[in-house]
């Protein structure tokens, strides 16, 4: 067992037990029952396993190649943070992030790249790209794909950093 999760849980149980007791003190046992379980699981639930497949890197150095675009980019808004709370309705904010996502061609064939950010390509344009890549499989794509840290657009001179 992890001992950041062992340490949550440890954590939760004592916090749980403290509301517990206090709740008792003041004769409201069962709004204490209620809370105590409510910290708990918020403590216990592993929120970074849930956060979907691992990505296990082909090379571990960056690399850098250039092609042709075969389609415009795609962006996507993708959730990050949540600040708020819960209550029959939640009532807080979504703090998210954009993602761009086109495909190239290269010597190599066919390649996805991901870009963490707003990456305007649009098809038949150059672009020289430099990332990592990763293993596909865990995502359901078939081959390996690159995350981009920096595209540059040839065709415009629009450097994406």
């Known amino acids: 067992m992890d001992t950041?999760?062992?340490d949550r849980i440890i954590a939760g149980v004592l916090i749980g037990l403290v509301i517990l007791l206090y709740?008792?003190?003041i004769g409201q046992l069962l709004s204490g029952v209620l809370l105590a379980l409510l910290v708990i699981i918020i403590l216990l639930v592993p929120v970074r396993d849930m956060g979907g497949p691992k990505l296990s890197k082909t090379s571990p150095a960056q690399e850098e190649?250039?092609?042709?675009?075969l389609a415009d980019s795609r962006i996507y808004e993708k959730a990050n943070f949540f600040v708020g709370i819960p209550i029959g309705i939640?009532?807080?904010k979504i703090f998210s992030k954009y993602e761009s996502v086109f495909t190239i061609r290269t010597q190599k064939g066919l390649v996805i790249v991901v870009y963490p950010g707003i990456c305007l390509v649009s098809m038949d344009d150059t672009v020289r790209v430099?990332?990592?890549w990763y293993d596909g499989k865990n995502l359901g794509i078939k081959g390996s794909f690159i995350r981009a840290e920096r595209v540059v657009?040839?065709?415009s001179?629009?450097?994406s950093h």
């Open 4 to 6: 950041n999760y062992r």
């Open 23 to 25: 709740c008792y003190y």
């Open 65 to 69: 190649f250039e092609g042709k675009v």
């Open 90 to 92: 939640v009532l807080g």
């Open 130 to 132: 430099f990332g990592t």
């Open 153 to 155: 657009d040839e065709s």
């Open 157 to 159: 001179d629009l450097c």
